[in-house]
C-alpha cells in the first residue's frame, strides 16, 4: 500500500522559508512525476512544483518561480519543497502527489500540510 507523508507545514511571518517534506513508501517510484499542489481556502487545487524522480525537468507554477525550490532524495524516497519569500498568497494546504508516467494510471496524494503566512 502506497502512503504519502508530508511535514514541515506550520506559522511563518511574509519574507520567511520553509521547507516541506514528503517521504513515500510502499513500491519503487521510478518512472513517477513527484511534486506539489495547493489548495487555499475558498479555491480550487493548483500545480506548485514537480520534477521527474530521476531529478530531471523540474517545472514550477509562475506564481512561485524563483522563490521554491523542489529536489528528492531517491535514497530517502522523500521530495522537498524549500519555499522562500512567502507572502499570504503562499497561504495554503500543500499536498505531495506521486503521478507514474507516462500514462498517469498511478496517482497518489498525501494528506496535505497547512502552511500560514501572516502579513
Known amino acids: 500500500q502506497v502512503q504519502l507523508v508530508e511535514s514541515g507545514g506550520g506559522l511563518v511571518q511574509a519574507g520567511g522559508s520553509l521547507r516541506l517534506s514528503c517521504t513515500a513508501s510502499g513500491k519503487p517510484f521510478s518512472n513517477y512525476l513527484v511534486g506539489w499542489f495547493r489548495q487555499a481556502p475558498g479555491k480550487e487545487r493548483e500545480f506548485v512544483a514537480s520534477?521527474?524522480?530521476?531529478?530531471?525537468?523540474?517545472d514550477y507554477s509562475d506564481s512561485v518561480k524563483g522563490r521554491f525550490t523542489i529536489s528528492r532524495d531517491n535514497a530517502k524516497n522523500t521530495v522537498y519543497l524549500q519555499m522562500n519569500s512567502l507572502n499570504s498568497e503562499d497561504t495554503a494546504v500543500y499536498y505531495c502527489n506521486f503521478r507514474s508516467t507516462p500514462s498517469g494510471i498511478f496517482n497518489y496524494w498525501g494528506k496535505g500540510t497547512l502552511v500560514t503566512v501572516s502579513s
Open positions: 520534477i521527474r524522480w530521476s531529478g530531471f525537468s523540474p
